[in-house]
C-alpha cells in the first residue's frame, strides 16, 4: 500500500514570505495614504459649502427679524438677538448653534455691512480674518455670496 507523502510539493506553498507581507503592508500603507489626503480634502471643501449655507441661514433669520421688527439687529444686539423668542411668536428666529459656522466659530456680524445693511461673516477653519482665496481658511461673507441685505 502506497501511502502519501508527508512533504510537500514545492509548488504548493501555504502563506507568505516576510517581503510578500511587507510588499502588501507598504502598498496598503501607501494607499490609506492617498485615500486620507483626498477624503480630508473633501471635507475641507464640505465644511466650507456647509458654511456658505450657515450664512444663507442667519441671512434669512435676520431678513425674518427685519420684517417683523421693521430694522436689522443693531451690532449691540448682535446675533444672539435672534435665538431669543419675541413676544408673539412661537419661537426664536434662528436656533443658537445656527450661529456657529462648522469650525465652531460664531459667524461675526456687522451692520452696517462694506455694500449692505449688514453683513454677516464666517472667518474660515483658522477663525481669524484673512485667508488663502480657496482655501478653508479663506473669508466668506454674504455680500460675496449673494446673499440679501443688499438694499
Known amino acids: 500500500m502506497n501511502q502519501p507523502h508527508n512533504r510537500r510539493s514545492p509548488l504548493t506553498r501555504h502563506g507568505l514570505t516576510l517581503v510578500e507581507m511587507l510588499a502588501v503592508v507598504i502598498i496598503l500603507g501607501l494607499?490609506?495614504?492617498?485615500?486620507?489626503?483626498?477624503?480630508?480634502?473633501?471635507?475641507?471643501?464640505?465644511?466650507?459649502?456647509?458654511?456658505?449655507?450657515?450664512?444663507?441661514?442667519?441671512?434669512?433669520?435676520?431678513?425674518?427679524?427685519?420684517?417683523?421688527?421693521?430694522?436689522?439687529?443693531?451690532?449691540?444686539?448682535?446675533?444672539?438677538?435672534?435665538?431669543?423668542?419675541?413676544?408673539?411668536?412661537?419661537?426664536?428666529?434662528i436656533k443658537p448653534d445656527q450661529l456657529k459656522d462648522p469650525w465652531g466659530n460664531e459667524y461675526a456680524y456687522i451692520t452696517p455691512g462694506a455694500k449692505s445693511r449688514y453683513e454677516v461673516i464666517c472667518y474660515g477653519a483658522d477663525g481669524r480674518p484673512g485667508g488663502e482665496a480657496g482655501s478653508e481658511n479663506a473669508d466668506l461673507s454674504s455680500e460675496h455670496l449673494g446673499a440679501r441685505g443688499t438694499e
Open 31 to 93: 494607499l490609506a495614504a492617498a485615500l486620507t489626503t483626498t477624503f480630508s480634502g473633501q471635507v475641507g471643501r464640505a465644511k466650507v459649502e456647509i458654511a456658505k449655507s450657515g450664512i444663507g441661514t442667519v441671512v434669512a433669520a435676520i431678513e425674518t427679524y427685519s420684517l417683523e421688527t421693521g430694522k436689522v439687529p443693531t451690532m449691540e444686539q448682535g446675533l444672539r438677538v435672534l435665538t431669543e423668542r419675541p413676544q408673539g411668536r412661537t419661537e426664536s428666529f
